[in-house]
């Protein structure tokens, strides 16, 4: 997978929906995120991806997609 990193494109917004971080360090191979969480308090970060080969993606012991 390739992380893409909307800060160099113009689709900052691409239809992504959830929290915004207080900063965020995109790298080629992770995406480290940085936020305040008071207490009790859930937030969810996006991180839009792209297949970068075929193949089948599992992810620990699950089966999460078919990549074509």
């Given at each position: 997978?390739e992380i893409n990193n909307l800060r160099l494109t113009?689709?900052?917004?691409?239809?992504?929906?959830?929290?915004?971080?207080?900063?965020?360090?995109?790298?080629?191979?992770?995406?480290?995120?940085?936020?305040?969480?008071?207490?009790?308090?859930?937030?969810?970060?996006?991180?839009?991806?792209?297949?970068?080969?075929?193949?089948?993606?599992?992810?620990?012991?699950?089966?999460?997609?078919?990549?074509?």
């Amino acid at each position: 997978m390739e992380i893409n990193n909307l800060r160099l494109t113009d689709d900052e917004a691409a239809g992504i929906t959830g929290d915004v971080p207080t900063y965020q360090d995109i790298r080629d191979d992770r995406v480290y995120t940085y936020f305040d969480l008071n207490a009790n308090q859930r937030k969810t970060f996006k991180v839009l991806l792209t297949a970068s080969y075929a193949g089948v993606i599992i992810a620990g012991s699950k089966l999460r997609s078919h990549v074509r």
